[in-house]
């Protein structure tokens, strides 16, 4: 058959594959899988490093890539793949370093997998996983690991770890457990959102050996699995810099995780929480903190010694007041208070690095003075409240470019040439919504603008 007659047939089958992406001796090729298939393609074997088949409707691995044997980067997200050959485990033990399987319908590995020592990059995310090889421990270069959303791997996984550790801890002379053999990952995202932990109630106790021994953790993903409890063993992963445990069921944090000192972002958001311990000023280096959609009613003092941290959501709680000393976080840039019963600011608040500040849908009726230092503040929100004039303060602010009043009980008579006047600028570009919702930008005399007294 003639080189036409093979494009030609590649052309017509284009409905089976949509394409492959082939990086070779720095040349990119685009084909089909049958061109694979083709010997006249076997000189260039040897040195493919890099394929792409993500998103081609595959139904089984593509056996024939096995002849790329310097294959450094394999990527089939997005197909329809169920089981890998072992063969992978042998061909490139020593050069695959990047393997995507997320989104196929992946039911179980081969123990080969293990053989691939430079794997540094694993994506099993969105399968069918029920179990993991105990193998897979033995890709110790491992710095992204991702297993997410495997609805059957919870209870699993559990086993997996307890008998992994089972077999390979010895009982030291004071009864405390070391690993025989084991070489921590340098680095490690473990990603286990919506992966039922929840099934097993002992899950967090069998996996107090994981915490000890995989020291190389950076980032743990436990979100989405109706979690009653965190594990107590949290704080003896020095490296954790990330941790989100948002929508599970948690009704208090365990003591341990404020021993998390090296975390900088820490996700609780929607769960049960109703109050935290003042020992959340022990996270010194906490820069991002989310506790949106709580029932919160007060903030800990603990919070205003987190001088580090420049995001803090407390959205969609119970709060009805804020720390006398919320004024100590000048790091600050993002502030987020909406959806909560707030009255009053406390009068210390400003934060003079703030740019964001989202106090929608309170109660507040007035704003303390100092708010005028947030001399950076670009976005303030403060509809839905009980604002019955436009707070002087605003009008102090030089970087304020949008603003949000509407839904409150301001006096018609307020008119966008007042806040002109007393703002001393011209208000033309800027994002100004009125009391009605509208933005003001349009008309410069409306009733309904937004503007002081003068």
Not at 208 to 217: A, D, K, L, T
Request: with cysteine; aromatic share 6%; hydrophobic share 35%.
């Amino acid at each position: 058959m003639s080189e036409d007659s093979n494009i030609s047939e590649i052309e017509e089958t284009k409905h089976e594959l949509k394409y492959i992406n082939v990086i070779a001796s720095l040349r990119e090729i685009g084909a089909e899988e049958r061109i694979i298939k083709n010997h006249r393609l076997g000189r260039l074997y040897d040195t493919i490093t890099t394929i792409t088949m993500n998103h081609c409707s595959l139904k089984r691995f593509p056996v024939e890539i096995l002849h790329c044997t310097q294959l450094r980067f394999l990527n089939l997200n997005d197909n329809l793949v169920q089981i890998l050959p072992p063969e992978i485990g042998d061909v490139w033990a020593s050069t695959l370093e990047v393997l995507d399987l997320g989104h196929n319908s992946v039911f179980s590995l081969p123990f080969t997998i293990g053989r691939l020592s430079k794997l540094k990059h694993l994506d099993l995310s969105f399968n069918s996983l029920a179990t993991l090889p105990l193998e897979l421990f033995n890709c110790n270069e491992i710095i992204f690991f991702q297993i997410d959303n495997n609805p059957n791997l919870g209870l699993s996984i559990t086993r997996m770890f307890q008998t992994f550790f089972s077999s390979t801890l010895r009982f030291n002379s004071d009864g405390s457990n070391t690993p025989n053999s084991y070489s921590n990952p340098k680095s490690l995202e473990l990603n286990l959102s919506n992966s039922n932990l929840e099934e097993n109630k002992m899950c967090f106790d069998r996996y107090q050996n994981v915490f000890i021994h995989f020291s190389g953790f950076t980032r743990f993903n436990f979100s989405n699995n109706n979690l009653s409890t965190l594990p107590p063993h949290l704080h003896r992963v020095k490296t954790l810099l990330c941790l989100d445990a948002s929508h599970n069921k948690l009704s208090d944090v365990p003591p341990a995780l404020f021993q998390c000192v090296s975390l900088t972002e820490l996700y609780l958001g929607n769960n049960n929480l109703n109050s935290l311990p003042d020992s959340l000023s022990m996270l010194s280096n906490l820069r991002l903190l989310d506790l949106d959609h709580n029932y919160l009613n007060v903030l800990p003092e603990g919070l205003c010694f987190l001088t580090k941290l420049t995001k803090l959501s407390v959205q969609n709680n119970k709060l009805t007041a804020v720390p006398d000393e919320i004024g100590r976080l000048n790091a600050l840039e993002d502030l987020n208070l909406s959806q909560n019963k707030i009255k009053l600011l406390p009068a210390q608040i400003g934060m003079t690095n703030l740019m964001t500040l989202n106090l929608e849908f309170n109660s507040i009726s007035q704003l303390p003075n100092l708010i005028a230092k947030m001399k950076v503040l670009k976005v303030c929100k403060l509809n839905d409240n009980l604002l019955t004039q436009v707070p002087i303060c605003l009008y102090q602010l030089p970087s304020l470019n949008s603003f949000t009043l509407d839904n409150n009980p301001l006096p018609k008579s307020i008119t966008r040439s007042t806040f002109s006047k007393v703002l001393g600028r011209d208000t033309s570009n800027k994002n100004i919504i009125s009391r009605d919702g509208s933005n003001s930008n349009n008309s410069s005399n409306s009733n309904n603008g937004v503007s002081g007294n003068n």
